[in-house]
């Protein structure tokens, strides 16, 4: 499977964005992980949503501000980020995992992985 992230722009602190996940395959197969890498730094987990919907996970970072949902009859997985902070600047990717351990975030156990979507948060 690949994935492909989109959604990403602009956005002035505060303000909200909404990130896309499309799949190649069908995305129902999988566990989705949202993961993102901010420039001079190691690529970090964000958030990640069972194939069944639920349980979803999220960083400590983003908790309360970010929501991560599934979309099985458009095959894509959605993050839903609101008030953003600059510190959330960064390229966003989302990726696959079939794995029992994929809320651990570990990007590891995670394939797919696509170009990435830029988001930029401006103070």
């Known amino acids: 499977v690949q994935l492909q992230a989109s959604g990403g722009g602009l956005v002035q602190a505060g303000g909200s964005l909404r990130l896309s996940c499309a799949a190649s395959?069908?995305?129902?197969?999988?566990?989705i992980g949202w993961f993102r890498q901010a420039p001079g730094k190691e690529r970090e987990f964000v958030a990640t949503?069972?194939?069944?919907?639920?349980?979803?996970y999220g960083a400590d970072s983003v908790k309360g501000r970010f929501t991560i949902s599934r979309h099985n009859a458009e095959n894509t997985v959605e993050l839903q980020m609101s008030s953003l902070k600059p510190e959330d600047t960064a390229i966003y990717y989302c990726?696959?995992?079939?794995?029992?351990?994929?809320?651990?975030?570990?990007?590891?156990?995670?394939?797919?992985w696509g170009p990435g979507t830029q988001v930029t948060v401006s103070s």
């Open positions: 395959g069908r995305i129902s197969n999988y566990h």
């Open positions: 990726a696959a995992s079939t794995s029992v351990a994929y809320h651990s975030g570990s990007d590891t156990l995670y394939y797919g």
């Open positions: 949503i069972s194939r069944s919907s639920a349980p979803t």
